[in-house]
């Protein structure tokens, strides 16, 4: 197993509320409908990848602060014909009004999140 960090575009369905949490927050799913993942470039390794299957089991914490950790599990395919391999993803996603417009719309809107609302980290920091 190895950590990595590469920007991936992911198209969500619907997102569906699964109840509460003893910590107060929330915990949602979405079904990930496609995805691509790919290096920078003058990124090493050089990658690009199909997200062919996945779900992000996206928890939001009850503090009022439209804060979200995304909790993505998916099957990745490799461009180069390597065999597939699953990918979990996670991080810290602080909601921006354009973050929010986007979640909270739960209908297809065409948006995307815009590149650095989502990050890995221990805190969110606004």
Do not use: C
């Amino acid at each position: 197993m190895f950590q990595l960090s590469l920007p991936v575009d992911l198209t969500v369905k619907t997102v569906e509320n699964l109840g509460n949490l003893s910590t107060g927050g929330s915990l949602e799913l979405g079904q990930v409908l496609e995805g691509r993942l790919y290096s920078e470039p003058g990124f090493e390794p050089n990658f690009t990848a199909d997200v062919l299957y996945g779900e992000d089991f996206l928890t939001v914490d009850p503090t009022g602060d439209n804060i979200a950790r995304p909790g993505v599990s998916g099957l990745v395919a490799p461009d180069d014909g390597e065999s597939p391999f699953q990918i979990q993803i996670s991080g810290i996603q602080v909601g921006t009004s354009d973050v929010e417009e986007i979640i909270n719309s739960n209908t297809p809107t065409g948006l995307a999140i815009p590149y650095g609302a989502t990050y890995s980290g221990e805190q969110a920091s606004q």
